[in-house]
């Protein structure tokens, strides 16, 4: 492999780590579970199936990565998780 080749794929791998933020989302004994399905299916574009599963592991290990992306993309996703009542932060 080539320095050209190295360096090419040593950026490619910063930029895939630079922009590979999380939303996490905690568990909460205040909405239900239909409440935080609708809420990711609306605000993280998952399908039914994938918000309920995501709903079973906050209920059952207290959090869960809903969502992973470029800062700028989750930061209104995020917003509207909040605004719905739900706890969630960007790490």
Same mark, same amino acid.
């Given at each position: ?30 909405? *239900? ?15 039914? =199936? %994938? #918000?309920?599963?995501? +709903? ?8 869960? *990565? ?15 998780? =909040? %605004? #719905?009542?739900?706890? +969630?932060?960007?790490?």
């Amino acid at each position: 492999m080539s320095n050209q080749e190295k360096y090419l794929e040593e950026l490619l791998v910063e930029e895939e780590v630079a922009n590979n933020n999380e939303i996490v989302l905690f568990n909460d004994d205040v909405n *239900t579970f239909d409440h935080v399905i609708d809420t990711l299916v609306d605000a993280c574009d998952h399908t039914p =199936l %994938q #918000a309920e599963q995501c +709903a079973f592991l906050v209920h059952y290990k207290g959090k869960c *990565t809903v969502k992973t992306g470029s800062y700028k993309d989750l930061e209104p996703r995020c917003s509207k998780l =909040l %605004q #719905a009542g739900l706890s +969630a932060e960007i790490v």
